[in-house]
């Protein structure tokens, strides 16, 4: 597959652009990479930084060339030290050389200088994590994303900020009513919505929406993408987005990453699997 959406004229494009050109090109799929423990131990590696590096790598050699959006899971890479995070460095430049878009799954949460920090690492050409977008939690105030906010912006990437989450214990927070009378969720979508006022067809900054969260009162219409963990093992399915999203539902991007990985460790197995998770999700969206 031709990396057109990485040729010279979309590079410098705003990471919402991008990611729309992306999911046109190859689909909306979002392969969530979660190398833990049980997954090493399906594939047959040993829960190691070579065991880590086999499996990353195996997924990357795979589907790079064949889907739009890969999510990796920092966490999983982070436990293993240095090497672990090597390895997620390694990934995220091979994924994006052939052509697909990464989201870095942090959740970084800070102020002042420390969100800073965080930003010019993961946002940043020039940081060693550089990624497309990053998920970011707003819990500390909305105000306190705006130095990534900020490093976003110059560098044309994207931001994806936990709005409405799955767990049984986000409602504790995202349900609870500010000092106007919205929830926290609302607000947290307000300030997306104005962040992508000006955006063409897909603005940059977009919201983490439990694909397994049901149903919702609040406004998903906020003119950005709206990331879906939860599909595939966790029990979210493709029919069940138009009901959560509603008339929002083109601007969601599927993330998947169990119902794609326990098919591997063989090539065509992974790619198989990702792309009926993919067709299923063009049906549904539109593409």
Not at 98 to 114: C, E, N, Q, S, Y
């Amino acid at each position: 597959m031709s990396n057109e959406i990485l040729e010279s004229d979309m590079r410098n494009k705003p990471f919402g652009t991008r990611l729309r050109a992306a999911m046109d090109a190859r689909g909306p799929l979002c392969v969530g990479i979660d190398p833990h423990q049980h997954l090493l131990d399906s594939w047959g590696l040993p829960d190691t930084v070579e065991g880590l590096a086999s499996f990353t790598y195996g997924v990357v050699d795979a589907l790079a060339d064949r889907v739009a959006v890969f999510k990796p899971q920092s966490a999983f890479f982070e436990r293993f030290g240095s090497g672990g995070v090597a390895v997620l460095e390694q990934a995220t430049i091979r994924l994006r050389e052939a052509g697909a878009l990464v989201i870095i799954d942090a959740k970084r949460g800070d102020i002042g200088t420390t969100m800073a920090g965080y930003a010019s690492a993961y946002l940043s050409e020039k940081g060693p994590l550089a990624c497309d977008a990053l998920t970011v939690s707003p819990y500390l105030g909305f105000g306190s994303l705006q130095p990534a906010i900020d490093e976003a912006l110059e560098a044309g990437a994207g931001l994806f900020v936990l709005a409405l989450t799955s767990n049984p214990e986000g409602p504790q927070f995202q349900s609870a009513r500010t000092a106007d009378g919205s929830t926290v969720a609302g607000a947290v979508l307000n300030g997306l919505r104005e962040l992508n006022a000006d955006a063409d067809d897909l603005g940059s900054f977009g919201a983490v929406v439990g694909a397994t969260i049901s149903s919702t009162d609040e406004d998903l219409n906020i003119n950005g993408p709206l990331l879906a963990p939860g599909l595939g093992a966790q029990g979210g399915t493709a029919d069940s987005l138009t009901k959560v999203f509603g008339t929002a539902v083109r601007n969601v991007v599927p993330s998947s990453s169990r119902e794609i990985l326990g098919a591997g460790p063989d090539a065509t197995a992974l790619q198989d699997a990702a792309a009926r998770a993919n067709d299923a999700y063009r049906a549904v969206l539109g593409y």
